[in-house]
């Protein structure tokens, strides 16, 4: 009877995990990739001005994003012409997390916008307004895509723009700072590679042979040599803290590292002037070329 009972139990134990792990196998990626069609808000509702903007992946998936330009008159602006630095605006290259849509980051837009910098934000294939669906080589696509916009459409030369990723989107930055070197790279609350945070989260399970997905953002990042920003909240409950340090520990360049508070999401607003002040920091002070 205790051996018939320790048989039934090991049998629903061994039952329980190939399911989880065909499972995982087969939705994962409903795990990378939680992209949101409604807009829920525009800038103008939080007193931002912008542009609409439209434009072509170099697949050629028709792509959406919002150019929000800096107030005329921002104290960050006139300190830049002082210092004969010229009157025209650093520009974000905004690259968001897996999930959402670009009306998911108003509040990030804001803070940019006090900071007097010009910010193009772009929804991923099948995000937003973007047409297609999403994929991983497609993310590095229409990111380059953005890139290549700011450059051929508005004339913004690379040493004027500062590419940001948050979550999944900084591994789709480092991937784009390794293309292209820009003024600056800042990533936040960003995984070292997708590898590595499926086995954080499901340490029991083969990740390497179930895995579809690479995001390798240690190995872009080893061909960076652009300034580079690391951001990362000890409370963050979805990507470990380990990894923002590992990222940060590894880099070789010049670098700086942004402890804030709070969890995946909304560490950002719940560290308030800490994230604000690393953020001016690092984008209007020399202090990032020590190591």
């Known amino acids: 009877m205790l051996l018939r009972l320790v048989l039934i139990i090991f049998a629903a134990l061994v039952g329980f995990y190939l399911f989880i792990t065909v499972f ?25 001005d912008y542009e609409d903007i439209k434009f072509d992946s170099i697949d050629g998936i028709r792509l959406s994003g919002w150019y929000v330009p800096a107030k005329a008159g921002n104290k960050y602006l006139h300190h830049n012409a002082l210092q004969g630095l010229g009157c025209s605006p650093n520009v974000i290259l905004f690259c968001h997390g897996n999930a959402g849509n670009n009306s998911h980051i108003l ?60 979550s999944l989107g900084g591994s789709i930055a480092s991937w784009l700072a390794k293309e292209h070197t820009p003024k600056a790279l800042i990533i936040e609350s960003t995984f070292v590679s997708m590898e590595s945070l499926f086995k954080a989260i499901y340490p029991y399970l083969p990740i390497k042979l179930l895995l579809k997905y690479n995001y390798k953002t ?28 590992s990222l940060y520990e590894n880099i070789t360049e010049k670098k700086l590292f942004l402890q804030i508070s709070g969890d995946h999401i909304d560490g950002f607003s719940t560290s308030g002037n800490v994230y604000i002040n690393g953020l001016r920091g690092f984008i209007f002070s020399d202090s990032y070329k020590d190591k």
């Open 24 to 48: 995982l196998y087969l939705f994962q990626s409903k795990y990378v990739f939680v992209p949101f069609r409604e807009i829920a808000a525009r800038p103008s509702s939080i007193g931002l």
């Open 107 to 166: 509040g990030t837009l804001k803070i940019f916008n006090d900071l007097g910098l010009d910010t193009f934000v772009f929804d991923y294939r099948g995000y937003g307004e973007s047409a297609g669906s999403p994929s991983e080589q497609g993310t590095y696509n229409d990111a380059l895509s953005a890139w290549n916009y700011l450059l051929e459409k508005r004339g913004i030369p690379p040493e004027k723009i500062i590419i940001f990723g948050r």
């Open 218 to 245: 240690l190995v872009y990042l080893k061909d960076v040599t652009c300034p580079v920003l690391v951001i990362h909240s000890p409370q963050d409950e979805l990507v470990p803290f380990s990894q923002g340090l």
